[in-house]
């Protein structure tokens, strides 16, 4: 059975960096995309980046091109969310998720807490 766990959320001033990890487990990843989303109160949940785990080809909302990072590390089963610039609008649950190549994302995480404080 897949999971996905997020952890690094916490709370950041303006301006500041956060790593959020998630750690996959329960089946091989190669061939899968790995995404983050976010969701802040009141409003949809929206794609952040993903990330192809076989050749860590990188997609990413314009919102957050040239300020966030998708990363994986293969031995660790591991996908990373290096956040820098932050501003308050970064304000959200985060969640890591898991698709096949042409699929949706199926898997999903149980979410970490990033706040950014003006």
């Known amino acids: 059975q897949v999971q996905l766990v997020e952890s690094g959320g916490g709370v950041v001033q303006a301006g500041g960096s956060l790593r959020l990890s998630c750690a996959a487990s329960?089946?091989?990843?190669?061939?899968?995309?790995m995404g983050w989303f976010r969701q802040a109160p009141g409003k949809e949940r929206e794609f952040v980046a993903e990330?192809?785990?076989?050749?860590?080809?990188?997609t990413y909302a314009d919102s957050v091109k040239g300020r966030f990072t998708i990363s994986r590390d293969s031995a660790k089963n591991t996908v990373f969310l290096q956040m820098n610039s932050l501003k308050p609008e970064d304000t959200a649950v985060y969640y890591c998720a898991l698709r096949g190549s042409f699929g949706e994302y199926d898997y999903w995480g149980q979410g970490t807490q990033v706040t950014v404080s003006s």
């Open positions: 990330i192809k785990w076989s050749s860590s080809s990188a």
């Open positions: 329960g089946r091989t990843f190669s061939g899968y995309v």
